[in-house]
């Protein structure tokens, strides 16, 4: 069965760090892109990241030079460091498995979807 599941969500301040882990099970992660997604109360689905089969990254703008994709093929986990956290980032974080190799930040690529991190960010 395919699963993937997200872990490392939490409350913190400002300014402040998390790190987001989606694990696998089921499937081999470092053969497809996987994304990151993220979802506020009352918005719209959002890509923040993605990595493709060859480590290649892709990012939102909103989340440029604060947030890292990075892949761990040994333990068949995507990671999602996320710095500089401002309250705008609150919101419930998905990773995807993609149905190409390479990334995208559109959710129609993604067709396995984990059950979702809460990520809160405020003072």
């Known amino acids: 069965q395919l699963q993937l599941v997200e872990s490392g969500g939490g409350s913190v301040q400002p300014g402040g760090s998390l790190r987001l882990s989606c694990t696998a099970s089921?499937?081999?992660?470092?053969?497809?892109?996987i994304g990151w997604f993220r979802r506020a109360p009352g918005e719209e689905r959002e890509g923040v990241s993605s990595?493709?089969?060859?480590?290649?990254?892709t990012y939102a703008d909103s989340v440029k030079g604060r947030f890292t994709i990075f892949r761990d093929i040994a333990k068949n986990t995507v990671y999602l460091q996320m710095n500089s956290l401002k309250p705008e980032d609150t919101a419930v974080y998905y990773c995807?498995?993609?149905?190409?190799?390479?990334?995208?930040?559109?959710?129609?690529?993604?067709?396995?979807w984990g059950q979702g991190t809460q990520v809160t960010v405020s003072s």
């Open positions: 995807a498995k993609s149905v190409l190799r390479t990334g995208s930040l559109l959710p129609t690529m993604y067709d396995v």
């Open positions: 089921g499937l081999t992660l470092d053969y497809y892109a």
């Open positions: 990595i493709s089969y060859n480590f290649s990254p």
